[in-house]
């Protein structure tokens, strides 16, 4: 059984549900819109705002037994929605700072680009292109990528370090 009450969302009794699922759902209907309002407002692109909601909720599902205890569970929510933004925005910094992208201008242009960031990628070792794909553009620690590459997280910072200066090298030329 679920019971609303009258207190705004955010305060710390605001769900009374007997199950998970429940009290979740009724946090997942009265959340659901000022979220995407939020998450449009500082994307301004609805696909991204709402991939970006998504992925919070289902962060909160996934730990909802603990965040429904918690003072403010709406604040938990908008911390990991703007946690995983703040995680694509500095991966998408850190990808076209590292591989030299500039502002999208002309498809062909795009094209171009690409196709040289294939190329300068093609010119590194198999585990140093690993190590910068891991390190650079998913924004793994060195330690997690030595852990998925079997390696020392030493090794891994030295393959992407060579990794990033013989991408420099090649897209300075």
Known sequence: MVERTQQTPGDAAWLVAEDLTASFELFYEVEHDGLFAALYLITRNPHEAEELMHD?????????????????????????????FRARYRRAAIS?????????????????????????????????????????????????????????????????QHGRDTLRKTMEK
Do not use: H, I
Not at 62 to 81: F, H, N, Q, S
Not at 100 to 126: C, F, I, N, S
């Open 56 to 84: 919070a909720f289902l962060k909160v599902w996934e730990r909802w037994e603990r965040v429904r205890k918690m003072d403010r569970p709406t604040g938990y929510l908008y911390r990991t929605a703007m946690n995983a």
């Open 96 to 160: 076209r700072r590292l591989l030299g992208w500039a502002q999208k201008r002309d498809p062909l242009e795009d094209v171009e680009g690409r196709d040289e960031v294939d190329r300068a990628l093609a010119t590194l070792t198999v585990r140093q292109r690993a190590a910068v794909v891991l390190t650079e553009l998913l924004d793994y620690t060195s330690e997690e990528a030595g852990r998925l590459l079997g390696v020392r997280p030493g090794t891994v910072r030295v393959l992407a």
